[in-house]
């Protein structure tokens, strides 16, 4: 157990719908991050935000808006889902910025049907 | 950006043998590279990491090493037990005020008994 608890676990939903996935980092990490893993992309880089911040964005579409508060819980919203959003998302935290240990989370998997 | 490649997609050996997987990266800035290693239905693990001071490390069965002239790093696992089976990836990441941790395509490890 990484530490990091992520909900829901699994979540099946319609095209054009708006879903909201949930972060508890680890005790004491002040970054949190989030991951898209699909099976032809791999790993892919979403959004980090660090003690409340946005500190970081890669490929993140702008029908997905990510906020951590001020507990440092994150939360990733993804609206207007689309077929090509099915895929699972993780998220990670580390007590600071890398090259600090990063710990993923077991994931949501989110099926758009 | 940075691009990190990864090989072989997918790799099986004997119990008992070694695994070798390979990785490149493109970013020159590029000082951290850790491996993690994803089982079914869980979350990436950090098994091991190397930072670009060092050229080599060792945690009992597995490690890694790093040729940053050439710009690539390889996991290496000897005496492989049937728990080694699992996806693993190679990650890199930048300077401090590049937290972006850019993961491989991944290796799928199968240990046959």
């Known amino acids: 157990d990484s530490g990091v608890t992520q909900t829901p676990k699994h979540l099946i939903t319609a095209t054009g719908q708006r879903v909201t996935l949930r972060c508890s980092p680890r005790s004491g990490d002040l970054s949190v991050y989030w991951y898209q893993q699909s099976l032809d992309q791999g790993l892919q880089f979403l959004i980090q935000y660090y003690n409340g911040e946005e500190r970081a964005k890669g490929n993140i579409l702008e029908r997905f808006s990510a906020q951590q508060f001020p507990d440092l819980h994150s939360e990733l919203n993804l609206s207007s889902l689309e077929l090509g959003d099915s895929a699972l998302y993780f998220c990670?935290?580390?007590?600071?910025?890398?090259?600090?240990?990063?710990?993923f989370g077991e994931g949501s998997w989110l099926t758009v049907v | 950006g940075e691009n990190v490649e990864q090989h072989p997609s997918t790799l099986s050996v004997q119990e008992g043998d070694s695994a070798v997987i390979k990785c490149t990266y493109s970013?020159?800035?590029?000082?951290?590279f850790p491996w993690y290693k994803q089982e079914l239905g869980k979350g990436p693990q950090l098994i091991i990491d190397i930072r670009s001071n060092v050229g080599e490390k060792k945690d009992q069965r597995i490690a890694v090493t790093l040729n940053k002239t050439a710009k690539h790093f390889s996991l290496h696992i000897t005496e492989t037990q049937p728990e080694d089976s699992a996806v693993y990836f190679c990650?890199?990441?930048?300077?401090?005020?590049?937290?972006?941790?850019?993961f491989g395509t991944g290796t799928r490890l199968t240990i046959i008994p």
């Open positions: 990650a890199a990441s930048g300077e401090f005020g590049n937290e972006k941790l850019t």
């Open positions: 970013d020159s800035a590029s000082n951290y």
């Open positions: 990670a935290s580390s007590v600071g910025l890398i090259p600090n240990t990063i710990y």
